[in-house]
């Protein structure tokens, strides 16, 4: 977790970018702010210390503290993360998170978390804010909808306008456009085809994938496994692979495994997009009155918290969430600092972890298969 001095700057720092707050504002009392954040009014006071040290905060003898700019003085050290971070899920980009604000704060730089909610319309209004807000540099992890290639290099094209270094976080924009932006994201392409080699390992022949078409990261994890399915020597029929519909998150995957399961040879394993998919088609399965992993095995990738916690226990692929962020705050840095050795492109590799939903090993066991 951040510690919570750089938390209550990051709040504050947030609410002044959302426009929550402006030039002239008055911040809540400490108490207030202690009370609706839980956090106590010594750690608050030393928050609002630093931001009063940097001007952008002042502090006036019997009337408060207000907002005195909306920049720091002697330079920006603030950083901006335009991020799609779930409100009703703890998600990767929600973990990353906070893992790049705690090594920011380690330089002595705070965050502002702009969240787009893959929303192109708050993404655009993040941006238009960046240069009057006077952030150092920028975290942008591009918007994940199907054909939203044109939205995002729009946006990255603005914030080159805008002489604003910025790193792509989580997933490219485009094949074509792979070399032209610095990028740190996960090898998913080789993490399907580990998945698919350990269900072979497992005797299954009939896999199916539920997918996400049009979005890069689900797009590479795809033709990973149509790739191993391919020199497997195994037949992919047009009907083991499903596209989620524009759904809420909590429904992605139910029907698309309804329609498996109701084909003449359903498959007998299949692979999520994520693991918020792979509950969702352990729960409709169970509901089904079929079994896991009996009945069907599953897999997602993320290893979201409650992954472990299903019943049964989720295989999915680990992503490399400390490692990744900690890269991408080096390399915005080397921008920010113009000593970047030029744009790059780092793909990690990611772990399988075995669990019981696909029947691989006994309960309260667990085994973590590293993609070499």
Not at 28 to 53: F, K, M, N
Not at 177 to 187: K, N
Not at 235 to 243: K, T
């Amino acid at each position: 977790m951040p510690e919570k001095r750089v938390q209550i700057r990051s709040i504050i720092l947030t609410a002044l970018n959302q426009g929550e707050l402006a030039v002239g504002s008055r911040l809540p009392t400490e108490h207030e702010l202690a009370r609706q954040y839980g956090i106590s009014r010594a750690t608050i006071r030393e928050g609002i210390a630093s931001l009063v040290q940097e001007g952008i905060l002042t502090r006036r003898r019997g009337a408060g503290t207000f907002v005195a700019s909306l920049t720091p003085e002697n330079g920006s050290k603030i950083i901006a993360a335009i991020v799609p971070c779930m409100r009703s899920h703890r998600d990767s980009f929600g973990e990353s998170i906070r893992v790049i604000e705690d090594r920011l704060h380690e330089d002595g730089y705070s965050m502002i978390l702009c969240n787009h909610e893959n929303d192109p319309t708050r993404a655009q209004r993040y941006v238009h804010r960046l240069s009057r807000d006077g952030v150092s540099g920028v975290v942008f992890a591009p918007v994940q909808l199907p054909d939203g290639k044109e939205f995002n290099l729009r946006i990255v094209r603005q914030l080159e306008a805008r002489n604003l270094p910025f790193v792509l976080m989580g997933t490219p924009i485009s094949r074509d456009t792979l070399s032209r932006f610095s990028i740190v994201s996960t090898d998913g392409f080789s993490a399907s085809r580990q998945i698919v080699r350990h269900l072979m390992g497992l005797g299954h022949q009939r896999i199916a994938y539920i997918r996400f078409e049009g979005v890069f990261t689900d797009d590479e994890r795809y033709s990973g496994y149509l790739e191993e399915m391919r020199l497997q020597g195994l037949n992919v029929p047009a009907e083991y692979v499903r596209n989620v519909k524009p759904v809420a998150v909590e429904l992605q995957g139910q029907e698309e495994v309804r329609q498996l399961l109701n084909l003449p040879q359903p498959p007998t394993a299949v692979i999520c997009l994520h693991d918020l998919a792979a509950r969702n088609v352990m729960e409709e399965v169970q509901r089904l009155g079929l079994r896991i992993p009996q009945d069907l095995a599953v897999t997602g990738f993320g290893d979201l918290h409650f992954a472990a916690r299903l019943d049964p226990p989720l295989t999915t692929v680990r992503l490399p969430i400390q490692e990744e962020a900690e890269l991408l705050v080096k390399l915005l840095f080397e921008k920010v600092r113009g000593v970047s050795a030029g744009e790059q492109q780092v793909f990690l590799n990611a772990d399988l972890v075995v669990r019981q939903s696909c029947g691989a090993v006994s309960a309260r066991e667990s085994q973590v298969l590293s993609n070499l």
